[in-house]
C-alpha cells in the first residue's frame, strides 16, 4: 500500500504525462518475473509492481480528466448545455454568483475526432444575477466558455491547478437560465439540491446570527457567507482549517456517536450480546454518523479525506486489531489515493497526512498517561514544529502566533463550539424552531469568545521566525521531534538549549532587511494577466517596473503573485519601485506591498496618483519619473517620460534597461500611445533609441493597443524580442491583430505572458537566455491539446 500511494504521488513529478498504457505493460513484466519465483530481489520486484500500479492508476485518471476539453473554435462562443448545480452557489464580485455546474448533455456536438471530448464539469458566474436563485434540479444554460487558464509564475496561487485538481475542465459565464421540470433528477443532481435545501434550511432559521458566517462554516461547511475581513482574521494565526470541515469535525461525530452507540448497547441485558457485536454496533455508528455529517458538509475534498481516515481508524481501534500504528496511517494513505488519485495536489493532503504522522509519531509507544493538558501541549507543539518545513516547501510562513491561537482554539470548538452547534441545532428541529431566538444567543456567545481571541491573536505584531533554509529548517524540526519523543532529561535540555539559542539569536536580530544576492543579472516578467510587473535583480539589490492589476475584493497580483514570488527568491527589500502611472492594471496593491516589503524610492510618471493610492503611509517617498541616469549593479538605466502629457497612459515613465557588456538592452514602456511615440523619436537626447547595434527586447506599449506601436515607432526601435504582458481571451483583445504584424515585419520574436506564462532572462556572462514557464510546467497546464499548448498570437 505504500508503495501504491508512492506511485501515485510520482505522477505529479512529472512535467510529461506517462502513457498509462506502456506502465501497465511494465507491470506485466514485471508480475512474469515476479511469478517465476526469483529469489533474489523479490522484494524489490514486489515494491516495483505496486509502484508500477499506483502510477499507473493515477495515470489512467489524468489522462482522462485532461481528454475533456473545449476546441479552440468552441470559446466564446454561445453554448447551451443541461445539468445541474454541484456545488453551493456563492455570491462573487461585480453582482455574480459562483458555482460548478455538473454537465449532463451538451445541445452542441462535439466532434471527438479533432480531441473534443465535452467536458462533465464547469465553472460558471452568472453576472447580474443579484438575488435571484439558481434553481434546484435539472437545468439548461446558455453559457460562454473558455478553456482552464490562470497565471503561471515559478510561485504563487495557480488557478489552473486548482481548476484540475477540482475536475473542472471548463470556465465561462451564463447567459440565460430555464428550468427543466420534465427531466429526470438522477442520484447526484438530488443529493446536490438536498445539499442545497439544507444549506437554505439552516440560513433560514440562523441568519440573524451575528456570527452567521461562522456558524455556517462550522456546522455544514458553508463557507461562502465568509468576507475577507473574515479570511485575514482566520488566516493570520494559521487557523483556517477550523472552518473547513475536516478531521477536527469529524473526529468529535465518531467520538459522540461511539460513545453514544456503546453506552445504549450496554443498558442490555447482560449476556444478549457479545462485545464482539457490541464492537461491531459501535463501529457502524461510528460510520453512519460520520458518513451522514459529511454529506450534510457537502463531501468536500477534505471532508472525504477526514471520512476515509476516521473509518480506517475505527476499525483498528474499535475491532481491537493489535498492530503497529502506522499500519493504520498507511491503509488511509492509500485508500485516499485509490478513492482519490488527484490527492497529491492538494495543499490540504501533505498538511492533514504530515499532522497525523507527527501525532503517530510522538504518542504512539509511550508508557503511561500524559494527561490532558500536557498531551494537548505536547500535540501543539509537534504539529506546530513539524508542519513548519511542510509549510516553507508550500511557500508559506509558520505564524508563531499560531501556537497561542490554535491551543486555545482547537480545544474551545472541539469541546465547547462544535457540541453547543449540534445541540442547539437539534433542539431547534425538534422544537419546529420556536427556541431559536434563545439557540442563537448562545451559539453568538460561543463563537463571540473565538471570535474575539483570533481578533486579538491577529491584532498582536507579527514575530518573524528567524529566517533559515529549507534544509536548516528541516534539522531544527528533526532534533525538536526527537527531542519530544525520547523522554531522556539529558538529551531534551541539550535540545532546549539548541532550539532556544537559535530562535533568540534570530528575534534579538534587528538588522535591516537583507536580500538574497544572484550570481548574474536577471529579469522576470511576471504573468499578472491584463497588467503588468516587472522584476530586475543584479547582485543583492533589485528594481520592481509596476506591479499589476488590483480588482477590489476580487483579485490582487500582489497578493497573488508578487509577495509569494518575492518570498520565495528571498527579496525583502526593493531599492527602486517604478510605478509607471497610476492605471489600475499597473500600480494595483501598493499599501499592501509596502507593508509587507521595505521600499527605499518611488518613481511614477503619475507621482500626485501614487501618493493618493498611498495616503495610509504618508513616510512613503514618492518622486516624478527621473531625470538623470541610474545604476543597478550591472544595468544602466535611463529614464524617460513624455513633456506635454499630464496624466493618464501617456504619463507613463518609460525605462530603459542597458547592459554594456552583452550589449542588450530592454525597454520598458508603460501604455504609451502613438502620439508620445512620436515624441520620443523626435527627441535628440535619447540617442540610444533608434539605431542600436545589440540586441533589444521591448515590452510592447499599453500591452499590444492599436492604439499604439505606431509603424514608424516600430520601425526605428526594431527590436528583437517583442512582448506582449496581456490577459487570455481578455475583453480587450491585446495584442491587436495589426500590431503584431508590425513587429513580425521588422523580424521581432514574439512572445505572449498569457501563453508563455512569466518569462525569466538571465543576462550570463557570455550571452542573454529566456526561458518560458511553460518550458518547465507540469503536464496538466502545458500538455498537448491544452489551452498554453494551442495558445497563439493574433
Not at 469568545?449 to 534544509?471: F, I, N
Request: a neutral charge; proline letters at 6%.
Amino acid at each position: 500500500m505504500f508503495a501504491f500511494s508512492c506511485g501515485v504521488i510520482l505522477l505529479y513529478r512529472f512535467s510529461v504525462l506517462p502513457p498509462y498504457p506502456w506502465l501497465f505493460l511494465s507491470l506485466f513484466v514485471l508480475l512474469t518475473i515476479f511469478i517465476a519465483k526469483v529469489t533474489r530481489f523479490r522484494v524489490v520486484f514486489l515494491w516495483l509492481i505496486w509502484l508500477s500500479v499506483g502510477l499507473g492508476w493515477a495515470a489512467w485518471h489524468a489522462d482522462t480528466r485532461l481528454q475533456q476539453r473545449l476546441l479552440p473554435l468552441e470559446e466564446g462562443v454561445p453554448l447551451t448545455v443541461s445539468g445541474y448545480v454541484c456545488d453551493l452557489p456563492q455570491p462573487g464580485t461585480f453582482n455574480s454568483i459562483r458555482f460548478n455546474f455538473c454537465v449532463d448533455s451538451w445541445a452542441e456536438t462535439f466532434d471527438s475526432v479533432k480531441g473534443g471530448v465535452p467536458p462533465d464539469k464547469i465553472r460558471l458566474a452568472w453576472y447580474g444575477a443579484g438575488e435571484k436563485v439558481l434553481p434546484s434540479g435539472p437545468i439548461a444554460l446558455q453559457v460562454v466558455l473558455k478553456r482552464p487558464h490562470g497565471n503561471l509564475n515559478d510561485a504563487g496561487f495557480r488557478y489552473e491547478d486548482w481548476l484540475f485538481r477540482q475536475g473542472v475542465r471548463a470556465t465561462g459565464s451564463v447567459r440565460n437560465v430555464v428550468e427543466l421540470p420534465g427531466s429526470v433528477c438522477g442520484l447526484f443532481c438530488s443529493y446536490h439540491a438536498w445539499h442545497r435545501e439544507m444549506a437554505s434550511v439552516v440560513e433560514g432559521y440562523f441568519s440573524g446570527a451575528e456570527h452567521y458566517p461562522l456558524l455556517a462554516s462550522l456546522l455544514i461547511g458553508n463557507r461562502g457567507h465568509l468576507s475577507a475581513s473574515h479570511w485575514q482574521t482566520l488566516k493570520a494565526p494559521g487557523t483556517i482549517h477550523l472552518v473547513a470541515i475536516s478531521g477536527l469535525h469529524l473526529g468529535l461525530v465518531a467520538l459522540a456517536a461511539g460513545l453514544a452507540s456503546r453506552r445504549l448497547l450496554l443498558l442490555l441485558p447482560a449476556g444478549l450480546i457479545s462485545g464482539k457485536v457490541i464492537r461491531n454496533g459501535v463501529f457502524g455508528s461510528v460510520v453512519l454518523a460520520c458518513l451522514f455529517y459529511a454529506l450534510l458538509a457537502g463531501m468536500t475534498v477534505p471532508t472525504r479525506r477526514a471520512l476515509v481516515m476516521v473509518i480506517v481508524g475505527g476499525w483498528f481501534l474499535l475491532k481491537a486489531r493489535e498492530a503497529s500504528s502506522w499500519r493504520p496511517f498507511v491503509i488511509a494513505m492509500a485508500c485516499v489515493l485509490l478513492f482519490d488519485p488527484f490527492a497529491p495536489l492538494d495543499q490540504g493532503f501533505w498538511l492533514s497526512f504530515s499532522a497525523v504522522a507527527l501525532l503517530v509519531w510522538v504518542f504512539s509507544g509511550r508508557l503511561g498517561n500524559t494527561g490532558w493538558l500536557a498531551g494537548l501541549m505536547l500535540a501543539q507543539c509537534a504539529v506546530f514544529v513539524g508542519l513548519w518545513p511542510v509549510l516553507q516547501a508550500f511557500g508559506q510562513a509558520q505564524p508563531l502566533a499560531g501556537v497561542a491561537a490554535n491551543l486555545v482554539a482547537i480545544p474551545w470548538v472541539s469541546f465547547v463550539v462544535m457540541p453547543v452547534l449540534f445541540v442547539g441545532t437539534l433542539l431547534v428541529f425538534v422544537t419546529g424552531g420556536s427556541l431559536t431566538a434563545h439557540v442563537i444567543d448562545v451559539f453568538d456567545a460561543v463563537l463571540g469568545v473565538l471570535w474575539y481571541l483570533l481578533q486579538a491573536v491577529e491584532a498582536v505584531p507579527v514575530v518573524s521566525l528567524p529566517g533559515a533554509s529549507q534544509a536548516a529548517v528541516i534539522a531544527m524540526t528533526l532534533v525538536v521531534l526527537l527531542m519530544l519523543r525520547f523522554p531522556a532529561r539529558s538529551f531534551q535540555a541539550l535540545s532546549a538549549i539548541v532550539v532556544v539559542g537559535w530562535l533568540g539569536v534570530g528575534w534579538l536580530s534587528h538588522e535591516s532587511p537583507v536580500n538574497v544576492a544572484v550570481d548574474v543579472p536577471e529579469v522576470r516578467i511576471w504573468d499578472v494577466g491584463q497588467g503588468l510587473s516587472v522584476l530586475v535583480r543584479s547582485g543583492s539589490e533589485v528594481l520592481l517596473y509596476d506591479t499589476g492589476p488590483e480588482v477590489k475584493g476580487a483579485y490582487s497580483a500582489v497578493e497573488s503573485v508578487l509577495l509569494p514570488n518575492l518570498r520565495a527568491l528571498g527579496v525583502r527589500r526593493i531599492e527602486h519601485l517604478v510605478v509607471s502611472h497610476g492605471d489600475s492594471d499597473h500600480s494595483g496593491g501598493l499599501s499592501v506591498l509596502l507593508e509587507d516589503l521595505s521600499i527605499g524610492m518611488i518613481s511614477s510618471g503619475e507621482p500626485e496618483v501614487v501618493r493618493q493610492k498611498l495616503a495610509r503611509h504618508p513616510e512613503a517617498l514618492i518622486q516624478g519619473c527621473p531625470r538623470l541616469p541610474q545604476m543597478l549593479g550591472e544595468f544602466e538605466l535611463s529614464f524617460w517620460r513624455s513633456g506635454s502629457a499630464v496624466s493618464g497612459n501617456d504619463a507613463s515613465c518609460v525605462l530603459r534597461l542597458f547592459h554594456r557588456q552583452l550589449n542588450v538592452d530592454l525597454l520598458l514602456t508603460g501604455d504609451i500611445s502613438r502620439r508620445v511615440e512620436t515624441e520620443m523619436l523626435a527627441d535628440r537626447d535619447l540617442d540610444w533609441l533608434s539605431a542600436f547595434p545589440g540586441q533589444r527586447i521591448v515590452i510592447a506599449p499599453h500591452h499590444g493597443s492599436k492604439t499604439s506601436s505606431s509603424m514608424k515607432w516600430v520601425s526605428a526601435v526594431e527590436p528583437n524580442w517583442v512582448i506582449y504582458t496581456a490577459g487570455y481571451r481578455h475583453r480587450y483583445g491585446h495584442p491587436h491583430s495589426t500590431v503584431v504584424e508590425r513587429y513580425q515585419d521588422v523580424g521581432a520574436v514574439p512572445v505572449n505572458t498569457a501563453c508563455s506564462g512569466q518569462l525569466f532572462l538571465s543576462f550570463g556572462p557570455d550571452n542573454l537566455k529566456i526561458t518560458q514557464a511553460t518550458q518547465q510546467a507540469p503536464f496538466w497546464i502545458a500538455g498537448p491539446g491544452l489551452a498554453r499548448d494551442q495558445c497563439k498570437i493574433p
